[in-house]
């Protein structure tokens, strides 16, 4: 977490203080009450000197808690404020004893009954003040770590409700009707015509659906399902723009088995189509390279359409989405890569890693 | 006009325009198909050459859409809009009474747009006066291809990197910093710090980022607030913040100081 994320405001701060005073107060009264039965001076004096103790060992609590602000690596930060406060309890009892000798009157350790008295609070001091210091920080690292907890909890249900919303898109996107529709009307005009192609695409639109629509429900897919999703739908846009659009694959056997997030693939070929076949009157060209590299697999889909639109948010929420997702099941280790090709169009480009 | 019909079919999808013409043969066998375009462009173009009485326009083509090409022919023509599925474009269309046909095209319900558009023809009724909603639709349309409104954070950043554009996801940002002309990017390609170029303004990407999770420190600088190792303050009311895994130091200006105030 960064500085600015902890640094508390004014108020957390004055809430904070409130806290310790109140702890260093309970603390003092409690020592003083419990010392009543050996104390030989007046009980005002006792609870006198306990607060300020307590008072002194939280103030030195806080000092060292932000001073100084490096330290050695030897050194903890912990550490330093229980030896720093074990140290100030004994200077405190002593000054406390050396300003309150009355004028004239022996030094406090030639009186008995005052050395008691100092042996006492010191001791009591001592005993206590660096075990509360002690308990105080654990519980400050307990709620930081609860914090952190909170805050992670946080992010992965975020993260979670990302992912349901990127699925929900994809449902809505993969079985559109618009897209359905379009190749349905593409099929009514082959079957029309008569013509021979008509129980090919029938073929292919029903490979399609069957292979996209059980995978929505699925968490993970292999290349292998996803190209049994791509290759019908290239043939059917293919079969739709005939003069626009011409693809050709070149899959690497060894990355079949690896596994993506589901429509992975369909989103990579699909954008390319729509953002840059579609929108080009004179279409283009799709290659669709699959590499196996070792431990890492690499799925690039280029395409020769129209590139990237002058508007930067111009690629739509299908990438957005699927990058989310790779997130979500790789973090770091998966990257999406969106470059512009020479000498037109787009490169799109998953690094992810290859489990199987 | 005369009783001679001409009709232009523009449909981005050969099979398509064929099914049309081959369905009006059926339904309309005296229409003459004088003109077919592949996309708005052409449409407009053939339209201009051959001034058909009626077109047949498919509203999503690349380039100009139907609806575009509909703004330039105007009233010139009776016009059918012909869609597979877009929602807000038959709606728009039934409002507006104009004619419009949904793909696959029934054979009764082109029967129907024929009936009418003869009707027109023979009481030689000029077409409806369309302007005002072509206009609006093909604003709608264009919002609606480029994935919806503006009021979205900003979710990509194109950038120039060495010969190269790329986009930039936003999350991937560490922060920004104005330069001159440019804007200069520094981000993570796969965990590794990088630099990229953009032209947009900085002024004009920070009114597009997320205020939760991005800062303006400096006139020039807009930093990623999770990218922040840690802020050290000077003692002439300046501060340097320095960012995680890099050896980069941006200034904090005066005016921003605040940001970072001491606990």
């Not at chain 1, 009307?185 to 292919?204: C, E, F, I, T």
């Amino acid at each position: 977490m960064s500085d600015l994320a902890t640094a508390p405001g004014p108020a957390a701060t004055l809430a904070k203080t409130a806290r310790r005073l109140t702890v260093a107060l309970t603390m003092s009264i409690a020592v003083g009450l419990l010392m009543l039965s050996v104390w030989n001076n007046s009980p005002s004096s006792l609870f006198l000197r306990t607060i300020i103790l307590g008072l002194s060992a939280t103030a030195a609590f806080g000092l060292f808690e932000v001073w100084p602000r490096g330290l050695p690596p030897w050194l903890q930060r912990w550490a330093l404020q229980v030896v720093a406060i074990g140290v100030l309890m004994p200077v405190t009892t002593s000054l406390i004893y050396v300003l309150s000798t009355a004028q004239g009157a022996p030094p406090f350790w030639k009186d008995p009954s005052r050395l008691n008295g100092w042996t006492h609070l010191t001791f009591a001091a001592i005993l206590l003040a660096p075990w509360t210091a002690l308990a105080a920080i654990v519980r400050q690292k307990e709620a930081f770590a609860r914090n952190q907890k909170l805050a992670f909890a946080l992010e992965r249900s975020e993260l979670e409700r990302e992912a349901l919303d990127a699925r929900l898109h994809l449902l809505q996107a993969q079985v559109a009707p618009h897209f359905l529709f379009n190749t349905l009307a593409n099929v009514q005009a082959l079957v029309d015509a008569g013509s021979p192609h008509a129980p090919v695409v029938l073929r292919s639109l029903t490979a399609y659906l069957r292979a996209v629509v059980p995978l929505l429900h699925e968490p993970a897919a292999t290349i292998e399902r996803e190209l049994q999703i791509v290759r019908p739908y290239l043939e059917l846009m293919q079969m739709r723009m005939p003069d626009r659009l011409q693809y050709a694959m070149n899959i690497d056997p060894a990355a079949l088995q690896v596994r993506c997030p589901p429509t992975t693939l369909l989103t990579l070929v699909e954008n390319a189509v729509r953002h840059g076949i579609d929108p080009s009157e004179e279409g283009g060209r799709i290659d669709i390279d699959i590499d196996r590299r070792g431990d890492r697999c690499v799925v690039r889909v280029t395409d020769t359409g129209a590139g990237l639109q002058p508007s930067a948010d111009g690629l739509g929420t299908g990438l957005t989405t699927l990058r989310e997702r790779l997130q979500l099941i790789f973090g770091d280790a998966a990257q999406l890569r969106v470059t512009s090709a020479a000498p037109r169009g787009v490169a799109v480009e998953v690094d992810m890693p290859a489990h199987t | 006009m005369s009783a001679h019909a001409t009709a232009l079919i523009a449909d981005d999808e050969p099979l398509l325009r064929d099914a049309l013409r081959r369905q009006l043969a059926i339904v309309w066998p005296e229409l003459e198909i004088v003109a077919e375009a592949r996309n708005g462009r052409e449409a407009v173009k053939l339209f201009d050459e051959r001034h058909p009485g009626i077109c047949f326009l498919d509203v999503h083509m690349p380039g100009l859409s139907g609806v575009d090409a509909a703004n330039h022919i105007g009233r010139r023509a009776h016009l059918v809009f012909v869609t597979a599925y877009d929602h807000y474009a038959v709606q728009a269309f039934a409002q507006g009474a104009l004619d419009y046909l949904l793909k696959p095209v029934e054979q009764g319900r082109l029967a129907e747009t024929v009936s009418r558009l003869k009707e027109r023809l023979q009481s030689s009724r000029p077409a409806i006066n369309t302007e005002q909603l072509l206009q609006q639709l093909s604003e709608q349309l264009a919002k609606l291809q480029t994935g919806g409104g503006k009021s979205e954070a900003l979710r990509w950043i194109r950038a120039q990197a060495g010969k190269t554009v790329r986009l930039i996801a936003i999350d991937d940002v560490d922060y920004l910093r104005s330069d001159a002309k440019y804007t200069i990017v520094a981000w993570r390609d796969g965990g590794k710090p990088a630099e990229a170029v953009v032209r947009t303004p900085l002024k004009e990407l920070l009114e597009q980022l997320d205020a939760e999770q991005f800062a303006q420190v400096h006139r020039s600088v807009v930093v990623r607030l999770r990218a922040i190792s840690h802020v050290k303050r000077h003692d002439n009311e300046t501060a340097e913040i320095h960012v995680r895994g890099r050896d980069d130091v941006l200034p904090v200006s005066r005016n921003y100081l605040h940001l970072f105030r001491q606990m």
